[in-house]
């Protein structure tokens, strides 16, 4: 579904991504981990239409879409959302879910003044899905409640329903679990699951928490330094040596081996001693 080949993005002198390949498959959940600094929402706003790269292109589902702005990726099937949920805080959760759909007739005004039968009729069917989504994510019971006041959990859940608004073909999730209580995790995860099983949808998703992403994520895809460092299952990736120096720092394995030489030295230093 996507397919980046050979992306850079140099800010100045700073090589926030580095030559970066890699494929999310479609009807995939792909994780996407990495240190701090690895550049993986760097490269997530290059796919989303956020920044130009420096080089290298962008193919969705065949499409070579290399830097298109958001809004033509969003007509194209591609939506994102973001660590921090972007809501409508002063609009109830239903009103944040209707808004999404583009090209409403009540969005001319010519239409509003000239067409209102034809503007309520297509209102009811956007309604009518809004209600579908909310009942989807068990969010019935803050139908009227105004998105601001909402926890960041159930913020989370709603930025996932605008998702359902619209045909989505891949939905890039930046830290969904970001600030969010186990409970509502689980619940948010469950619906991403539903989500993928139930209506085909591919996801490729930015997460710390290693639990959640091995629950939900294959392949995982490590990033360091700007550059795709392993690809693999979670389990894979948790025994990749290279990955744990990324995150314990590039001398993690040297001191394991003099550890390693350290202990040998004293069993032998004792061993002798045991002999005399």
Known sequence: MIVVDSVYKHFGGLHAVENASLRVAKGSITGLIGPNGAGKTTLFNIIAG????????????????????????????????????????TLTVLE??????????????????????????????????????????????????????????????????????????????????????????NEIGDAIVRLNRERGYTFCMIEHDMDFIGRLCDPVIVMAEGKVLAKGTADEVRANEAVIEAYL??????????KTADDGAETVKAEAGADG
């Open 96 to 185: 944040n879910l209707m808004m999404v759909p583009p090209y409403q007739s009540g969005e001319n005004l010519m239409n509003a003044w000239f067409s209102f039968g034809e503007v309520r009729r297509q209102e009811r069917q956007i309604r009518a899905r809004a209600m579908e989504v909310i009942d989807f994510l068990n969010l019935t019971h803050l139908t009227q409640e105004l998105a601001g006041n909402l926890s960041g959990g159930q913020k989370k859940l709603v930025e996932l329903g605008r998702t359902m608004m619209v045909d989505a073909k891949v939905v890039l999730l930046d830290e969904v679990g970001a600030g969010v209580n186990r409970t509502l995790l």
């Open 249 to 258: 720092g590039r001398g993690s394995r040297k001191k394991k081996q003099a």
């Open 50 to 89: 956020n920044i130009k790269p420096s080089s290298g292109t962008i193919l969705l589902d065949g499409e070579d879409v290399t830097g298109l702005k958001p809004h033509q990726l969003f007509e194209k099937g591609l939506l994102r959302t973001f660590q921090i949920a972007h809501e409508f805080s």
